[in-house]
């Protein structure tokens, strides 16, 4: 079983940064390669994804959060991170983590298997 745990999130200034981070754990012995997304979700709203990022290195965005949020991960320490910078008060929602295994998903919701609890982000004016 994969476990996703975020963290980093609060409450900040229009114009403030945060950078969120993901852990994965549970499945380090098991020689999968898994990819990796940020999605969000604001209350009343859909989810959608933010960002996702390929074994490669290579990543996508979201069209609202290009050149403001960057996605990347430390494979060493299986952690996926989430730097968000100039944030506006749109950008306030819960942020999720989100993988799985073998398969390149970019901001599919669906096609992802493993998803952590999440966490707030808001951002005031």
């Known amino acids: 079983q994969v476990q996703l745990v975020e963290s980093g999130g609060g409450s900040v200034l229009a114009g403030g940064s945060l950078r969120l981070s993901c852990v994965a754990s549970g499945y380090t012995a098991r020689g999968y390669s898994f990819y990796m997304g940020w999605f969000r979700q604001a209350p009343g709203k859909e989810r959608e994804g933010v960002a996702a990022?390929?074994?490669?290195?290579?990543?996508r965005y979201a069209d609202s959060v290009k050149d403001r949020f960057t996605i990347s991960k430390d494979n060493a320490k299986n952690t996926l991170y989430l730097q968000m910078n100039s944030l506006r008060p749109e950008d306030t929602a819960m942020y999720y983590c989100?993988?799985?295994?073998?398969?390149?998903?970019?901001?599919?919701?669906?096609?992802?298997?493993?998803w952590g609890q999440g966490t707030q982000v808001t951002v005031s004016s």
């Open positions: 989100a993988a799985r295994p073998n398969w390149f998903c970019g901001m599919v919701s669906t096609c992802y298997n493993y």
């Open positions: 990022i390929n074994r490669d290195n290579s990543t």
